[in-house]
Nanobody, 115 residues
Framework: QVQLVESGGGLVQPGGSLRLSCAAS????????FDWYRQAPGNQRELVAT???????NYADSVKGRFIISRENADNTVYLQMSSLKPEDTAVYYC?????????WGQGTQVTVSS
């Protein structure tokens, strides 16, 4: 059974930092590409960052220079380090793993940026 479990969300002040984690099980972690998505109330889910099996990364323009995606194959975990957070970063953040036409989603973790 495949599971992706996100953690690390919470309430943070503008300008603060958070690190999200996505722990995967039931897959051969090292061969999957991972994405972080987010969805704010009333908005569509948007792609935030991607890391491939070879650790190539890509970011949405809105988070470039502030967010860093990384992976630790030994721990079957993907991370999203978020810095200089803004109120507009408030959303539920989701982890997705994908390989060819197969993909799996986590349940999401809430990030709220507010003073």
């Amino acid at each position: 059974q495949v599971q992706l479990v996100e953690s690390g969300g919470g309430l943070v002040q503008p300008g603060g930092s958070l690190r999200l984690s996505c722990a995967a099980s039931g897959i051969i972690f090292s061969i999957y590409t991972f994405d972080w998505y987010r969805q704010a109330p009333g908005n569509q889910r948007e792609l935030v960052a991607t890391i491939t099996s070879s650790s190539s990364t890509n970011y949405a323009d809105s988070v470039k220079g502030r967010f860093i995606i990384s992976r630790e194959n030994a721990d079957n975990t993907v991370y999203l380090q978020m810095s200089s957070l803004k109120p507009e970063d408030t959303a539920v953040y989701y982890c997705r793993s994908r390989l060819a036409v197969t993909s799996y989603w986590g349940q999401g973790t809430q990030v709220t940026v507010s003073s």
